[in-house]
């Protein structure tokens, strides 16, 4: 794992008040899911299930599953080194500029790693280099926001059914545009979806991942899983929000709308290139100028954080990446960018 993900509050003497470098929309309202896990305190006292089989039953139900299509983590990225781990050695190809993790827990384990930056199209007749095993596919894109159609994946699967694909939708939630759903994706034999309740409920301190796809992959996972991963108040929470999600509402289309509104302001100081997205955070490319730099004067000037996204594969010191907040915090984002430019 290396340094410089999202969310380092924690390097910084400064409060931060506004924080734009995860990709969590934080002011979704948990009071409830905090009542509840002050209630369950006692269950610390006790290992919880060895296998998270109730979390993983109910969301089975959720999707419509069987209990077996349904494999629950300590968070998505468990479940990528998991994968890793399950197919040692594979020839694995992955699409940049993406999540870090993907590389760093497929070199773990000894895979020889193929960047790609375009998949295969029509043209192609969507067939990946003959060698290859296994794809990573983050899905809306980390950091670019940028979704690769339903039907497009549909094509790749079928046509190369000795990869496997491994698609990240953690950030499913937080787009409009279609996508693979877990019905869809458990019908082919080479598919496993990654899911992020951490994402969805903007909690990354309680690690709560899960992955479906058909069950003898799933079985495979199974047999590299550490007993007791899931902790106990994981477990809690991840029921309490299956049974109350009703209850934690985002408007979407509205939460999208403002992403656009910071996506034209920005691009209207005149100084970066805000790529297009289809989701709620944003890859920016300055014009002049260092990302790393714009982050410490953001954190320590005005209590801002954005993530340096220099140490994505293909980006280099001109990019940052942002996750829309409130039209509030927007504002003042945009705001101290223009101070900075002006200095």
Known sequence: ?????????????????????????????????????CNCMDEIGNYPEPEPYTLEAGLAKLHHLQADE?????????????IAQTFRGTNTAICQPTFSEYADACRMHEHRVTA???LPTEKEQYRLPSDIRMLWLCNPNNPTGRVVRKEE?????????????VIDQSY??????????????????N???L?????????????????TGCASLLERLRVNRMPWSVNQLAIQAGMYLLAHSNEIPVDMVAYLEEANRLRERLQALGAMEVWDTETHFMLVCLRFGKASALKEYLANQHGILIRDASNFEGLDDRFFRIAAQTPEENKWLVDAIKKWLEE
Request: aromatic share 14%.
């Open 1 to 37: 794992m290396i340094k410089g993900h999202g969310d380092d509050v924690y390097q910084y003497a400064r409060p931060i008040t506004a924080n734009f470098s995860s990709n969590v929309f934080g002011r979704i309202n948990l009071d409830g899911l905090k009542r509840h896990l």
């Open 70 to 82: 349904v494999c629950v983590t300590n968070g998505a990225t468990e479940a990528i080194y998991l």
């Open 116 to 118: 790609l930056f375009m």
């Open 153 to 165: 994946l549909k094509r790749l699967v079928e046509q190369n059914p000795k990869v496997c694909f």
């Open 172 to 189: 499913e939630f937080f787009t409009l545009s279609p996508l693979f759903t877990v019905e869809e994706a458990v019908y082919y034999p």
């Open 191 to 193: 598919v496993l979806l």
């Open 195 to 211: 899911h992020s309740m951490t994402k969805r409920y903007a909690m990354p301190g309680l690690r709560l991942g899960y992955v």
